[in-house]
C-alpha cells in the first residue's frame, strides 16, 4: 500500500503507540520516584533520629552518662546507613549529596571531638551541627515534595494527553472508519435492492476513501451491467410478445378464414389484425379481377412510414397486391410473409367460392329455363297452332253457315287470343333469355360486355358503356339483379325509344352503387301505363330486392333516364 492509502491505519498507529509510550513513561516516572520517595522517606527518618541523637549525646556528657560511647557509635551507625549512603545516586540530586557529604565530615570532626579529651567542646558546636542537619533533613524533605510534585504534573500531563489522544483517536475512527462502514453498510442494503445510484463520499484519502471510491465504481459498473441486462431481458420480452401477439392475431385470422364464409368484412378484419402487429402502421389490399376495376381494401394511411408492395398469386393465378407501410422497428419478415400467403390463399378461396355460387345460380336458372321452355313454352306454342287452325277453319266457312254478326265477333275474340298468346310468348321468351344470362369468369363486367355486344346487333342505336364497378362488393344475387336491370332498360329503349344513342352508366361511391341507362329516343310519360307492358314493374321490383331505389324520368322527345341506386351492403 501506499503512505496515502495507509494514512487512517497509520495514524492510529501511530496514536495508540504514542499512548502506550506515554503510559509506560508514566508509569515508570511513577516507579522510580516512588521507590526514591520510600528512601527519602527513610533518610528524613534517620536524619532526624540523627538530630535527636546530638541532643541525647549532650545530655550523656552533662549527666556523664555511661552510655555516652554507645551512643556515638549510634549516631555514627546513622550516619553511615543505607538510607544515607543510598543518597549517593544519580537520583539524588547534587546537592543533596553535597549536603550529606558536608554533614559526614562535620560529623567526623565532632566524632573526634566525643573521643578526645574534651568532649564538652561538642556542646559548643552542637547548635550548629544540629542546624546542619536541620537544613539537611529539609532539603530531603523539599526533594521529596518536589519529585512527587514532578510526579502530579507528569502524571497529569500524561493522563491528560493519553485522554486526548484517546479521544482523537475515538472521533477519527468514527470520522474514518465507523461512518464510512455505516454508509457502506447502507450502500450495501441498496445493491441488495437493485438500487444503484449509489455515491459514496470519497474525498477522504484513507483506505475508507479508497473503499468508497473502488464501491462507487463497482455500483456503477454493477448498475451499468444491470440496466443493460435489464433491457436486454425487456427488449426480448417485448419481441417475444410483440411476436407472441402477432401469432395470436395470425390464428384469429385463419380461424376466421376456416369457421366462416370468406367475404370482405373478413378482409376487412384481418387487415385490421395486421395493423395490430407492432411495426406495421398501415395495410393495403388491391384485389384484380379480370374486366373488372381493382377493388381496394385498407386498414391505415399509407402516407406515413416506409411502403413495400407485396405480388399476391397461388397456383399460378394474380390475385393483387398488398401493400405495407412500416414504422421505423420493421417487424418480423417471417410475420409478413405468413399474412401475405394467408390473404393470398384467402382471396384464392375467395374467387372460387364466388365463382361456384355463380355456377350454382346459374345452373338453378338454366334448369327453371329448361323446364320454363319443355312445359309453358311448348303448351304455348301448341295453343298458338290451334288458335291458327280454328282462325282457317272459321274462314274455310260456307258463306250460307256464316251469320255475319257472329262470325265478326268470333274473328274478333280469335283475333285477341291469337295476339294475347304471341305476347305470352313472346314475354316468355324474354323470361328465357333473362334465365339464360351468365356471369363468365366471375365478372359482372364480362356479363355485361357480352350483353352489349348482343343487343347491339338487334339494333342500330349506339351502346356506350361506362363500367366502373367492383364484382367484389356484389353478391352473386345483386350482380344477377343488376345484370337483368340494366338489360331491361336496354331493351325497353331499343324497343320503344328508336333512339341513336344508348348510354350505360355504372359508377359506385364509398356506400351506394348508382346504375344509370341514358337513351336520346322519342320519351314517354312514365304516368301512362301501358297494357301487357310489365317492364318498369319488374324493374321496380328488382331494385325494391336490392334495398334501393329505381328512378325513371322522361319526357317526350327527349329521351328517357333510368337510374338505380342502392346501398353496398347485402341487404337483399
Given at each position: 500500500m ?18 502506550v ?9 511513577s ?50 546507613s ?45 547548635p ?15 526533594m521529596?515534595?518536589s ?16 485522554v ?31 438500487q ?30 444491470y440496466d ?7 427488449e ?11 401469432l ?39 384485389i ?20 413495400k ?53 346459374m345452373e338453378?336458372?338454366a ?30 266457312l ?15 275474340v ?19 333469355s333473362?334465365f ?51 338489360r ?58 336490392l ?15 333510368v ?10
Amino acid at each position: 500500500m501506499s503512505k496515502v492509502k495507509r494514512s487512517a491505519t497509520k495514524t492510529i498507529a501511530i496514536s495508540m503507540s504514542i499512548v502506550v509510550i506515554l503510559s509506560l513513561l508514566i508509569t515508570s516516572f511513577s516507579m522510580i520516584t516512588l521507590l526514591t520517595s520510600v528512601n527519602d522517606a527513610e533518610a528524613v527518618n534517620v536524619a532526624g533520629s540523627m538530630r535527636m541523637q546530638s541532643y541525647r549525646l549532650a545530655h550523656d556528657i552533662h549527666t556523664n552518662s555511661a552510655d555516652f560511647s554507645n551512643h556515638v557509635a549510634l549516631l555514627d551507625k546513622s550516619f553511615h546507613s543505607p538510607a544515607m549512603q543510598a543518597l549517593d545516586s544519580w537520583l539524588i540530586p547534587k546537592r543533596i549529596q553535597e549536603d550529606y557529604l558536608a554533614l559526614l565530615n562535620h560529623w567526623n570532626k565532632v566524632k573526634q571531638t566525643l573521643n578526645g579529651q574534651e568532649p564538652q567542646l561538642f556542646i559548643q558546636s552542637m547548635p550548629l551541627f544540629v542546624s546542619q542537619i536541620d537544613g539537611f533533613v529539609f532539603h530531603i524533605q523539599q526533594m521529596s515534595e518536589s519529585m512527587l510534585t514532578r510526579l502530579a504534573w507528569i502524571g497529569g500531563f500524561g493522563l491528560t494527553g493519553i485522554v486526548a489522544l484517546s479521544v482523537y483517536v475515538v472521533l477519527f475512527v468514527r470520522r474514518e472508519m465507523i461512518g464510512p462502514l455505516a454508509s457502506l453498510l447502507v450502500a450495501s442494503e441498496k445493491v441488495q435492492k437493485h438500487q444503484f445510484d449509489i455515491q459514496l463520499d470519497d474525498s477522504s484519502k484513507s483506505e475508507m476513501g479508497v473503499v468508497a471510491k473502488t464501491f462507487n465504481r463497482m455500483a456503477y459498473e454493477i448498475g451499468s451491467q444491470y440496466d443493460m441486462l435489464e433491457k436486454k431481458v425487456n427488449e426480448k420480452t417485448n419481441k417475444l410478445r410483440k411476436v407472441n401477439r402477432s401469432l395470436e392475431l395470425l390464428y384469429d385470422a385463419a380461424q376466421q378464414l376456416n369457421t366462416s364464409r370468406i367475404d370482405l368484412d373478413n378482409l376487412d378484419h384481418i387487415l385490421n389484425n395486421m395493423v395490430s402487429v407492432d411495426g406495421i402502421h398501415a395495410v393495403r389490399l388491391q384485389i384484380e379481377e379480370p374486366h373488372e376495376n381493382s377493388h381496394i381494401v385498407q386498414s391505415g394511411e399509407l402516407a406515413n412510414g416506409v411502403t413495400k408492395e407485396y405480388k399476391l398469386y397461388l397456383e399460378g393465378e394474380d390475385l393483387g397486391y398488398l401493400y405495407f407501410a412500416f414504422e421505423v422497428h420493421k417487424p418480423e419478415q417471417a410475420i409478413v410473409d405468413s399474412f401475405v400467403q394467408l390473404l393470398s390463399r384467402a382471396l384464392f378461396y375467395y374467387r372460387s367460392q364466388r365463382e361456384l355460387e355463380k355456377l350454382i345460380l346459374m345452373e338453378e336458372r338454366a334448369t327453371i329455363a329448361r323446364e320454363l321452355h319443355d312445359s309453358l313454352a311448348q303448351s304455348l306454342s301448341y295453343l298458338k297452332i290451334q288458335v291458327s287452325r280454328m282462325k282457317r277453319s272459321i274462314n274455310q266457312l260456307p258463306d250460307c253457315d256464316k251469320n255475319q254478326r257472329d262470325y265478326a265477333k268470333l274473328n274478333d275474340v280469335t283475333s285477341e287470343l291469337e295476339v294475347g298468346l304471341s305476347s305470352a310468348y313472346t314475354q316468355l321468351r324474354e323470361l328465357l333469355s333473362t334465365f339464360r344470362l351468365s356471369l363468365k369468369e366471375g365478372s359482372l363486367g364480362h356479363a355485361l360486355t357480352e350483353i352489349v355486344n348482343e343487343l347491339s346487333q338487334q339494333t342500330s342505336a349506339v351502346i356506350h358503356t361506362n363500367y366502373q364497378l367492383s364484382s367484389l362488393t356484389l353478391t352473386t344475387n345483386q350482380q344477377v339483379h343488376v345484370l337483368q336491370l340494366i338489360r331491361e332498360a336496354v331493351v325497353n329503349a331499343i324497343k320503344h325509344a328508336n333512339p341513336e344513342h344508348i348510354q350505360i352508366e355504372c359508377q359506385e361511391s364509398l356506400s351506394h352503387m348508382m346504375i344509370s341507362v341514358i337513351d336520346d329516343g322519342i320519351g314517354f310519360d312514365p304516368r301512362i301505363e301501358k297494357n301487357n307492358h310489365y317492364g318498369l314493374s319488374i324493374m321496380q321490383e328488382r331494385a325494391q330486392r336490392l334495398n334501393g331505389s329505381l328512378v325513371v324520368s322522361s319526357l317526350k322527345g327527349r329521351g328517357s333516364e333510368v337510374t338505380l341506386q342502392y346501398p353496398k351492403e347485402n341487404t337483399e
